[in-house]
């Protein structure tokens, strides 16, 4: 089974450009979510998309972050202008159910690892 | 707020050690408890713990969780070099509508194992 594809590894930018990041799930998971972890710490949930709905995006910061889940397969999180505290790896999780069961854990992808200067 | 702490933040031992992370968790909602081993890449998945009292085993690894008290441990038995990694508790969040919610991750134990 083919884990979550993430693109690019790694970015570059300074600070006040854009960029975007791209995730492509298991094939047939529902769930997909857009984490940060900024070094040191533990992964940060930013996005939690259903199919090709927004289910929690309670701790992105939207006036630079946003993100979109077309057709409810591949996603998208961009951030525009980015600044230096967005350094970090952004990684890429999906789950398989839609409801609540016992084996729904989150397979992440590989991570962007951005830095800002 | 919700938080996962845990403990040590950083622990160091010889081959063949045993070891305990600790990992306790205030969450709104709590639906499971994760644990994950993270190397110099993504997370991979470890355990759920659902329910209290029962230990899930792979391997050298185990894990517990106690709902009553909050916390979880991750056990290692005969550790090797290749358990060196950051080991992350993440509490689960179970939204309304019978949803999964995301992972409130913990900052993680960094594990070194030396020969």
């Known amino acids: 089974e083919a884990g979550v594809a993430q693109s690019p590894r790694y970015k570059i930018i300074e600070k006040r450009q854009s960029v975007a990041f791209w995730c492509n799930p298991i094939?047939?998971?529902?769930?997909l979510y857009w984490y940060q972890q900024i070094l040191g710490q533990g992964p940060k949930l930013l996005i939690q998309?259903?199919?090709?709905?927004?289910?929690?995006d309670s701790q992105l910061p939207k006036d630079r972050f946003s993100a979109e889940r077309l057709k409810g397969v591949d996603s998208t999180l961009k951030i525009q202008p980015a600044k230096l505290e967005d350094s970090a790896v952004y990684l890429c999780?999906?789950?398989?159910?839609?409801?609540?069961?016992?084996?729904?854990?989150?397979?992440f992808g590989p991570g962007t690892r951005l830095t800002v200067l | 707020e919700d938080k996962v702490v845990q403990s040590p933040l950083s622990l160091v031992v010889h081959e063949g050690d045993t070891v305990t992370l600790n990992c306790s968790y205030e969450?709104?909602?709590?639906?499971?408890l994760l644990w994950y081993k993270q190397e110099k890449k993504a997370p991979t998945f470890l355990f759920m713990l659902?329910?209290?009292?029962i230990e899930k085993k792979s391997g050298r690894l185990s894990s517990i969780l106690d709902k009553k008290e909050l916390f979880s441990i991750l056990n290692i038995t005969a550790t090797q070099t290749g358990d060196s990694a950051v080991y992350l508790c993440?509490?689960?969040?179970?939204?309304?509508?019978?949803?999964?919610?995301?992972?409130?991750f913990g900052k993680g134990t960094k594990l070194s194992v030396k020969p």
């Open positions: 993440a509490g689960a969040v179970a939204l309304g509508g019978g949803s999964q919610g995301n992972l409130i």
């Open positions: 969450v709104t909602n709590f639906r499971s």
């Open positions: 094939s047939g998971h529902a769930t």
């Open positions: 998309f259903q199919n090709n709905g927004v289910v929690d």
């Open positions: 999780a999906s789950s398989l159910a839609v409801t609540l069961v016992d084996r729904n854990e989150q397979f």
């Open positions: 659902t329910s209290s009292g």
